[in-house]
């Protein structure tokens, strides 16, 4: 079975400072992993996602993930914030062999809360 | 206008009353998945189904169900038997054809049921 852990639930940071979401997850296979971000009454929307290949994964609006297979960790960063990132975001994992495939396992969430 | 229409945004149910929440996609995906989203418990899976005519449930069934008669329709049915359907219910689909894009999952816009 799969878990994911973001380890903070709210995350309040002002404008233009650095911010990391942090998810850890376990799973006794190799998985994919996805960050998610949810504005106010909508769906969710895919932010990046690790498959394979390079560690660093990259966002088109400045964020970034880093895959840690030893730390079994996927945090979430971005230099610098701007009011409109903030949102809800969710890491989630799922297993690409098996029955499983596709079923996406989903963090608690981290709202992020950007101050002027 | 491509992409995963949910409806109603908006339903509010007398206790013991069923409702029927719509879902429907022209993105020629595969598998469609129902989720229920309650604050600070991030997304739970309620039913998914990875082909026509074929579904099973995810992990919080119970009082819930489904039908795929159509690859574009994936309707949810909240019956009498779900104890606090109060929630967000997020649709998603997902191309299971493509491996190159990993297990990426495609969220509508979500429904919100209020029991009264």
């Known amino acids: 079975a799969q878990s994911v852990t973001q380890l903070d639930s709210q995350v309040p940071v002002f404008e233009e400072a650095p911010v990391e979401l942090r998810c850890n997850y376990s799973s006794s296979v190799s998985v994919y992993l996805f960050w998610y971000v949810q504005y106010p009454n909508q769906g969710l929307q895919l932010l990046l996602k690790y498959l394979s290949g390079s560690t660093l994964v990259e966002s088109i609006n400045g964020f970034e993930a880093e895959f840690n297979k030893s730390q079994t960790s996927f945090h979430l960063r971005k230099p610098s914030v701007h009011i409109s990132d903030t949102a809800e975001y969710f890491c989630?994992?799922?297993?690409?062999?098996?029955?499983?495939?596709?079923?996406?396992?989903f963090g608690q969430g981290t709202i992020l809360t950007v101050h002027p | 206008d491509g992409g995963i229409t949910q409806s109603p945004k908006y339903l509010f149910r007398k206790e013991g009353q069923n409702v029927t929440l719509s879902c429907e996609q022209n993105l020629n995906h595969d598998a469609m998945y129902w989720y229920r989203q309650d604050p600070g418990q991030g997304l739970r899976l309620i039913y998914y189904?990875?082909?026509?005519?074929?579904?099973q449930k995810g992990d919080i069934a119970e009082g819930y169900s489904v039908s795929r008669e159509k690859k574009e329709s994936f309707p949810l049915t909240v019956t009498s038997a779900q104890k606090n359907p109060t929630a967000f219910y997020l649709c998603?689909?997902?191309?299971?054809?493509?491996?190159?894009?990993?297990?990426?999952?495609?969220f509508g816009e979500g429904s919100w049921l209020t029991v009264v």
């Open positions: 998603a689909t997902q191309d299971r054809g493509r491996r190159k894009s990993g297990n990426t999952i495609y």
């Open positions: 189904s990875q082909i026509v005519n074929d579904f």
């Open positions: 989630a994992v799922s297993d690409p062999s098996g029955t499983s495939y596709g079923k996406l396992t």
